[in-house]
């Protein structure tokens, strides 16, 4: 019987990954709390051992159990910590934590993630697992200062297990020497404001280091219309042009130079943007692409995708409710998978799209698998964003050579800071221009209720055609292989010609 056939340990890898999103996205819906204990993790281990071990079809249930146990048990800690933090809602408490990420600024107040988590009770500090959402005043704040503040506790939402709106800040410490990476770009960040003033600047900082809190918020919220969020995250194309640059520069010397300077340069840069659901993503799809090409493999988009979507889960099981890891994924996803899939439904096998139809099959790749998730979060998206994703992102890759050559000028050669500032300014203003065009043209407004599950349907199309064509192909495949297996034998009896 099949399911007693060995099979390769990739495929039980595989399932074991899909498991672990399975679980992500169970354990999110029905908040399951059972499996705290630590030996729920070791039998989900043990349980992946065998499955690899004994390599049989029979085992990919197992394999796939073993992910959603694995998931479980590394959310349910997090469950008992909310359900605790839970009895202090509505009261006034003191409570401890580190700022994870940069603030984000929002009219006129930071927002903070907190975590490592100590509540000051009369008996000690009591240490809590998961974040903390919280606002403040202090734009001195920044990434890995360690904060107490006291205010009213209120129910979490999303990833976070409880809010503080109005806190009192009472304490700051500030370790020495601190988050050395974060110190590297604030003083880059500051030469290159030096000679690109704001409102631009902060799209520049944006693009080149992730630094989302510079950018206007009325930028902000028309990228947002647009479906142009994703633009200013630091992710997998930051890290694409990093590593490029990294691998072209050194690649000459050897093929090892190549792969430590591009992973080299990758650490760099996540560490100085910070380990968001975003570059966790683009730093193992980056390290993951760059041993494979190291070793001479290769790895099929739709499993890169699964396996670094459950590395990611397996750090964070909540990432799947969170929006930036969604668009990340989902951006990826429409690159990778989406587009090329399209092309060739356009175009056949044997025909390449010229630059511009090869970006806008990219543009509406991303929006279609994107727009769903931003209806559902935000409530409105203009239907025209695909033109301006056109229009702006082949300039992207563009302001941030500029940007990053801006800041390497101010600080050897500062005479050619200004020429540079003026020609990066002049891109940074074509983009907000084209993104204030589109998102003034209200009339390709489409709105509704956010937060509405089944806003999804509109997946339901694109899966319909996806399949039917995925049948039909599958059904090609077995006819041409049948007309062939009926022609071999006609070839085999052919006797040769007799030679005279």
Not at 13 to 18: A, K, Q, R
Not at 250 to 271: C, Q, V
Not at 375 to 392: D, H, R, T
Request: include cysteine; proline fraction near 5%.
């Amino acid at each position: 019987m099949k399911i007693f056939k060995s099979l390769h340990a990739s495929l039980l890898l595989l399932t074991f990954s899909l498991g672990i999103i399975a679980g992500s996205i169970i354990v999110c819906i029905f908040r399951i709390s059972f499996f705290v204990s630590p030996l729920w993790l070791f039998l989900a281990i043990a349980l992946l051992i065998l499955s690899l071990a004994i390599s049989r079809y029979i085992m990919l249930p197992l394999a796939l159990f073993a992910g959603i146990l694995l998931t479980f048990s590394r959310a349910s800690p997090d469950f008992i910590s909310q359900d605790y933090i839970n009895q202090f809602i509505g009261q006034n408490i003191t409570i401890s934590g580190t700022i994870s990420k940069d603030p984000d600024e929002n009219n006129g107040k930071y927002n903070l993630n907190l975590s490592d988590l100590e509540i000051n009770l009369p008996d000690g500090a009591q240490p809590v697992s998961g974040h903390l959402f919280t606002q403040a005043n202090n734009k001195t704040l920044q990434r890995s200062d360690r904060i107490t503040i006291s205010g009213e506790l209120s129910s979490g939402f999303g990833s976070y297990i409880a809010t503080i709106y109005r806190p009192e800040l009472k304490e700051i410490s500030r370790p020495e020497p601190g988050d050395v990476f974060l110190k590297i770009r604030n003083f880059f960040a500051e030469k290159i404001k030096a000679y690109i003033p704001a409102p631009e600047s902060g799209l520049a900082l944006g693009y080149l280091l992730g630094q989302k809190s510079g950018v206007d918020k009325t930028i902000k919220e028309t990228l947002q219309l647009i479906g142009l969020t994703h633009i200013i995250v630091a992710s997998g194309a930051h890290l694409s042009t990093l590593t490029g640059f990294a691998r072209k520069i050194f690649g000459r010397l050897s093929r090892f130079a190549s792969l430590l300077s591009a992973i080299s340069a990758t650490l760099f840069f996540i560490g100085i943007t910070g380990l968001s659901p975003s570059m966790l993503r683009a730093g193992l799809v980056t390290g993951l692409s760059l041993l494979l090409w190291y070793v001479g493999r290769e790895i099929r988009p739709l499993r890169l995708i699964i396996l670094v979507a459950s590395a990611t889960l397996i750090y964070n099981p909540f990432y799947v409710t969170d929006l930036a890891w969604l668009l990340s994924f989902l951006s990826f996803s429409a690159i990778l998978v989406l587009a090329p899939f399209l092309t060739k439904f356009l175009y056949g096998k044997d025909r390449n799209p010229n630059f511009v139809f090869a970006t806008l099959i990219s543009s509406a790749s991303a929006g279609l698998l994107t727009i769903p998730v931003l209806l559902f979060y935000f409530g409105q998206i203009s239907l025209i964003s695909i033109f301006a994703n056109l229009l702006i992102l082949p300039t992207v890759s563009i302001a941030m050579g500029l940007t990053f050559l801006t800041g390497i000028s101010a600080i050897i050669f500062p005479v050619l800071a200004a020429p540079l500032g003026c020609a990066t300014q002049f891109i940074l203003d074509y983009q907000i221009n084209v993104a204030n065009f589109f998102g003034e043209q209200k009339s390709f407004l489409v709105s509704m209720d956010a937060n509405n599950p089944l806003i999804f349907l509109l997946y339901l199309p694109l899966i319909v055609v996806i399949f039917t064509t995925f049948i039909f192909s599958q059904l090609k495949k077995q006819k041409a292989k049948k007309i062939i297996e009926n022609k071999t034998p006609m070839l085999a009896d052919k006797s040769p010609p007799m030679l005279i």
